[in-house]
């Protein structure tokens, strides 16, 4: 009966409930046939009807059944029914899982299958056999033409969800989906589901992701929901697979929405992690999402994890948005004790290299580092990222910064990368010349030097411009990417009037809106760069730009300040120049 309303769609929930407590009084179930046991907790799961006593009724009737007059269907069904319902009994799982890994799988229709490892990784019920066994079979039969995008979906989200590497069942379905003549007959869930799954079990397939692209591309987006959208660029960014067309009309889509209310924080933070991590640039959608965050009454239902992916994309994007990072440090620093060591480090990197200026947050996170009083929790990429936030702050805390803190960096020195090193000797440089304390120790410190002066540097086209110019008017460079004697490199030096100028261009990428980043602030604080050109709109006729600078330079005494700003359009990206005396 209740399979019928079920089937029906007919909702009636006091007969669901009265029927449910009418089997929960039965003194037993042996009446019932293993089809009807499974209809009713089938009809529940799909009704959404909630009725844990007669799930756990039927759950521990099956427990002391023999499984052997239960069909494939039954079976898949009961899963299929425990875990959509959400209802636990890992004893009854672990049961049925045994009963399926002992059988032939061959009578199991692709749904069955697809149903049975879904229902374990929905329900979080570890069980290895049943995951190779179904994989296998899988991977055994000659073509998969009889799994619909449903079967598909759910069979690879399940191994994905579950953390169980399956190597050949991901490829003989990826390969099963990028040979298809089109996806039209995948849902939105199926398609970003399915990509999700290769990125979180990194699994790569990279004829798999552009046929879902290139599908999604050509798909009207109307039907997507937030989850769609943030999972599937999530996936892409998580798989690093470039598409930027899929990116582009994505972003365009959530841009062109109202409101983004329907959008749960993770999915906020994931959408604006992936564009970042992607190096998709879509300024509106940032604006957007940004806009939305700040208009919530609180940020209460944001995890830490969420906070930190946030400002970190929006740092790592370039984006400017004061009020964003504002409010986020307010909810951070309610919240420290709640943050891993990594989170906490990710925050003051994010709030340096966006050029925000924020003393409390710092201070509440220095002090919270130690407190913990555990360097050994960060991975070494976290201790270099905190030492060169506070650098790029300028930010001085004597409690963080201890002898503790130096020894570890000591300890762990073989651990650090190049891009760490260079880090840390400009953490030394702010320590020792501009606070005039104690920095890295001497082995480190000459390590760190060696390896920041000798970092390759890619001259731009800017500068070759800049370069260009200035020998077009007299202005002959001595020397091009020239090292100062901190281990920076500046674009050129020239000769002015018998006294050698170094000579510095600022692109559109040094700034965040139109003021400079944080690199581009500690870059001419411990160089010693005195700006005489603070901003030159961009674009502009960036050739007269050029030329009334370097003109300019070849007039003027070091030292100067007071040239107007070149004129051109106001909007576009600022370009500066400096000098370094």
Same mark, same amino acid.
């Given at each position: ?48 009807? &909630? ?10 009737? +099956? ?62 019920? &570890? ?165 939305? +965050? ?10 830490? &994890?969420?906070?930190?992916? #946030? ?31 990594? &989170? ?139 090292? #100062? ?97």
């Amino acid at each position: 009966m209740m399979w019928a309303y079920t089937k029906l769609n007919v909702s009636h929930d006091p007969l669901f409930r009265l029927v449910g407590d009418a089997v929960v009084m039965k003194d037993d179930l042996n009446t019932f046939k293993p089809q009807a046991i499974a209809n009713v907790v089938w009809s529940y799961a799909t009704a959404n009807v &909630q009725h844990s006593a007669l799930f756990k009724k039927i759950g521990d009737e +099956i427990l002391n059944t023999s499984l052997k007059s239960f069909d494939p269907q039954a079976l898949s069904n009961i899963v299929w029914a425990y875990g959509t319902a959400d209802v636990k009994h890992p004893a009854l799982f672990n049961k049925l899982g045994d009963e399926i890994v002992a059988a032939n799988l061959t009578s199991y229709v692709p749904q069955e299958i697809s149903n049975l490892v879904w229902a374990y990784a929905t329900a979080d019920v &570890q069980h290895p056999a049943l995951f190779k066994k179904v994989g296998d079979e899988i991977v055994a039969k000659d073509n998969l033409k009889s799994f619909d995008p449903q079967a598909f979906a759910n069979t690879v989200w399940a191994y994905a969800a579950s953390n169980i590497q399956h190597p050949a069942l991901f490829k003989k379905v990826g390969d099963e989906i990028a040979t298809m003549d089109d996806l039209k007959s995948f849902n939105p869930q199926n398609l970003s589901n399915t990509v999700w799954s290769y990125a979180t079990a990194n699994v790569q397939h990279p004829d798999l992701f552009k046929k879902i692209g290139d599908e999604i591309l050509n798909t009207n987006l109307t039907s997507f929901v937030p989850q769609n959208f943030s999972n599937t660029v999530w996936a892409y960014a998580t798989a690093d697979v470039q598409h930027t067309g899929l990116f582009e009309k994505t972003g365009d889509e959530i841009v062109a929405m109202d409101n983004l209310k329907l959008f749960k924080p993770q999915q906020l933070s994931n959408t604006a992690w992936a564009y970042a991590t992607a190096n998709v640039q879509h300024p509106a959608l940032f604006r957007k999402i940004g806009d939305e +965050i700040v208009a919530l009454d609180n940020l209460k239902s944001f995890k830490p &994890q969420g906070l930190s992916n #946030t400002i970190w994309a929006y740092a790592t994007a370039n984006i400017h948005h004061p009020d964003l990072f504002k409010k986020i440090a307010n909810e951070i620093i309610a919240n420290l004790r709640s943050f891993t060591s990594q &989170q906490l480090a990710n925050t003051v990197w994010a709030y340096a290299v966006a050029g925000i200026y924020h003393p409390d947050l710092f201070e509440k996170v220095a002090n919270e580092i130690v407190v913990r009083d555990d360097f050994s929790s960060f991975v070494p990429q976290a201790l270099s990222n905190i030492a060169w936030a506070y650098t790029l702050s300028n930010i001085d805390t004597t409690a963080l910064f201890s002898s503790a803190f130096r020894q570890e960096l000591l300890n762990r020195q073989n651990e650090f990368i190049v891009s760490e090193l260079s880090q840390l000797y400009q953490w030394h440089l702010w320590q020792t010349k501009e606070k005039s304390k104690d920095g890295l120790h001497e082995s480190l410190q000459d390590r760190c030097k060696e390896t920041f002066s000798s970092s390759h540097t890619t001259s731009s086209a800017l500068q070759r411009d800049v370069v260009s110019e200035m020998k077009s008017i007299g202005l002959r460079p001595i020397k091009e990417d020239h090292r #100062t004697e901190s281990g920076y490199s500046i674009d050129a030096l020239v000769e002015i009037n018998g006294t050698k100028v170094g000579v510095e261009v600022d692109g559109p990428y040094h700034f965040i809106g139109r003021q400079p980043n944080g690199r581009t602030l500690l870059k001419r604080r411990q160089e010693g760069t005195k700006t005489f050109r603070k901003v030159v709109p961009f674009p502009i006729e960036l050739n007269v730009a050029i030329h009334w600078n370097c003109a300019w330079l070849e007039r003027s005494a070091i030292g100067i300040d007071d040239w107007k700003l070149c004129p051109g359009r106001s909007s576009g990206r600022p370009v500066s120049m400096s000098i370094v005396a």
